[in-house]
């Protein structure tokens, strides 16, 4: 299930930056802001995911 929650946070991730994009190019500040935060919870979630492959190991 690890390797499935990785392609999961990674998509997340890649969706925030179109979103932020879309925001930057539409000049739609909340829509690039939330683009930023999804990006920002994604890389949490993708953190969390390392941390726990350390200790598997």
Request: hydrophobic fraction near 30%.
């Amino acid at each position: 299930m690890g390797a499935e929650d990785k392609l999961n946070n990674k998509a997340e991730e890649l969706g925030g930056k179109v979103k932020e994009g879309a925001g930057k190019a539409t000049d739609d500040k909340d829509l690039e802001a939330e683009g930023k935060g999804d990006q920002a919870g994604a890389n949490l979630k993708q953190a969390g995911e390392k941390v726990k492959d350390v200790f598997k190991s």
